[in-house]
């Protein structure tokens, strides 16, 4: 990737840049490679890195050790669509460890598990593969984990979560990685944030492309940007602000960096210590022996959901898999559960179809629109001639939602609680060239807002959709089927397993349906399968 020929005209071109401002010498035309050379310069990185593994000068970075804390944010799993900064996920402390000359990367992370307590788990990327040890997951592991020494759990990453996490760690480095690799960089306009008017240059690497703002006083730089498409977002602009450089041990280093999406906070990170060019253990880097030659080559750019990705990741519900929608082996299926009623399943997320006379209806859009058109498919497959009129959205959780563009391009009306209808109008507006999966019909943003009760009825099946006061997510519906006696339920309760204790989820969906002054016999879930409502009920009754 790198060539040494490039890197030496580029120090050279650097050093002829310094040595004009110096001597009053005009200084050379301002170019996106002079732009990265004086920033390289800035950040104290005036030695060349030699490729002959020879001794480094003084002012080049070899090796860096990091220690921090990270506060995490996901606006797509937020308690309602008014503040999307609420709740916050927590936060996480790291150690990094980066060697220049091997291209490796190792991260301990302690980060929060869903439910109470930490995960402990740490991620190694060198030689083109990725490799974690530790339970990195709220619950199961991917089915590639196995046991290694002490119990501990081990596993490779897919190839979608290595390069995402490859890109996240060259944005750390990117002033380095411009350097490197000159022929890369290229020009890119002038960019406005915040009122401020930044130089920038663009870098095309192996992981993604990237924009770079340079400060125009410090020449550092400031913020990082790649565009990235997520799914309830549409196109946006994922940014890494970088500030409060100080100087550490003759290199400027940021010790606060802030990541948002579309302006909205995702990550904001703290560096408590970072160590330069100092000795690491000499095992740092090794590869668990029951993971050697397993690991899977980097996905595609093109085909990588980064947004996802390090979201999942820092929540712990990542399906670490590069079947992408069910673990590594799985596959998609339609399972009848009444009569024209058939459960999506086979993945993470499961999707309820209801025939009626002239037409579908989709109970939840989980994942993205891959997903929902796999799903869209296998049912016309199964009820041919009939379009989908209506996608009823239990809540807004991107999990559960992020999908709804293909039904929306299949004909469908989105149908939301109360409060949600202008967030999803918008949502079904916003741009998405960067979609990487291909609708079949146009996306209008027809979209019902209920409040109380929603009802159709073609040819005598009626289909409803209750609202429900829960502690989860604000307008959240309960989609109901009167004649199959069958309702459907996301989050607030994974039905198929018997229910030991109820929890105030569970208590909020008994409540709402003597509310609504219905009696299901059964559910069906947006997780888990289908089960008994009377089990529910008498665990509710007990818990009273």
């Known amino acids: 990737m790198r060539r040494t020929s490039m890197k030496i005209a580029a120090a050279l071109m650097g050093f002829a840049a310094f040595a004009a401002i110096g001597s009053g010498i005009a200084a050379p035309a301002d170019t996106p490679q002079t732009r990265v050379e004086t920033a390289y310069g800035a950040l104290g990185l005036g030695g060349e890195y030699r490729l002959d593994g020879g001794a480094q000068a003084r002012d080049t970075l070899v090796t860096l050790t990091v220690r921090g804390s990270v506060q995490a944010w996901d606006p797509g799993e937020s308690e309602s669509v008014s503040d ?3 709740p916050d996920w927590g936060t ?40 974690v040890i530790g339970n990195d997951a709220n619950g199961a592991l991917t089915t590639r984990a196995v046991q290694g020494p ?37 020009d890119f306009p002038d960019q406005t944030v915040g009122g401020k008017s930044y130089k920038a240059a663009q870098y ?23 565009r990235d498409f997520d799914q309830l977002m549409g196109d946006a602009n994922f940014d890494a602000t970088m500030t409060d450089w100080r100087d550490v041990n003759g290199f400027m280093l940021p010790f606060h960096i802030v990541h948002t999406l579309n302006g909205v906070k995702i990550f904001d990170t703290t560096i408590a210590e970072y160590r330069t060019n100092a000795a690491q253990a000499t095992d740092v880097f090794n590869i668990p022996a029951a993971l050697r030659g397993k690991a899977s080559k980097p996905a ?19 399906l670490d ?88 391009a299949d004909g469908a009306t989105v149908v939301v609680g109360k409060g949600d209808g202008a967030f999803f109008r918008k949502v079904l507006s916003a741009p ?47 989609p109901y089927v009167p004649d199959a006696k069958l309702g459907f339920v996301t989050d607030l309760w994974n039905p198929g397993p018997a229910v030991a204790n109820a929890n105030p989820n569970m208590v909020a969906i008994v409540r709402g349906m003597e509310k609504a002054g219905v009696q299901p016999e059964r559910f069906a879930g947006g997780h888990g399968a289908v089960g008994n409502y009377a089990d529910l009920t008498k665990a509710v009754g007990s818990a009273r």
Request: glycine letters at 10%; charged letters at 20%; hydrophobic letters at 35%.
């Open 150 to 186: 002490n119990n501990q759990m081990l596993h490779t990453m897919s190839g979608l979560r290595l390069r995402a996490l490859m890109r996240e760690q060259e944005r750390n480095n990117i002033v380095i990685m411009m350097h490197d690799n000159p022929e890369r960089v290229s």
């Open 92 to 131: 996480s402390t790291f150690v990094t460890n980066w060697d220049r000359s091997k291209e490796a990367f190792r991260i301990e992370w302690q980060r929060p598990r869903a439910g109470g307590g930490m995960r402990t788990y740490t991620e190694i990327m060198i030689d083109g593969g990725g490799y």
């Open 84 to 86: 999307l900064a609420k």
């Open 432 to 478: 998405a060239n960067m979609n990487p999966y291909t609708l079949k019909g146009a996306v209008t943003p027809k979209v019902i807002e209920v409040n109380g009760k929603w009802s159709v009825n073609d040819g005598g099946r009626e289909i409803d959709a209750f609202s429900l006061d829960n502690p989860h997510a604000q307008g959240y519906l309960i």
């Open 300 to 318: 595609s750019v093109g085909k990588t959901p980064y947004q996802w990705i390090v979201r999942r990741l820092a929540t712990g519900f990542y």
């Open 204 to 226: 095309r690497s192996d992981n993604g492309t990237f924009i770079v703002m340079f400060d125009p006083a410090t020449k550092l730089p400031a913020i990082v940007r790649t």
């Open 321 to 408: 898999s590069d079947a992408l929608y069910t673990d590594d082996g799985g596959s998609l299926k339609l399972t009848d559960v009444a009569p024209n009623i058939s459960l999506a399943t086979g993945g993470s997320h499961n999707t309820l179809i209801v025939a009626t006379n002239t037409y579908l209806v989709a109970f939840e859009a989980p994942g993205d629109d891959g997903l929902s058109q796999a799903v869209i498919d296998m049912a016309k497959q199964k009820y041919p001639g009939k379009n989908f009129r209506y996608v009823v959205l239990t809540h807004h959780h991107i999990d559960h939602s992020g999908g709804v563009r293909a039904f929306v």
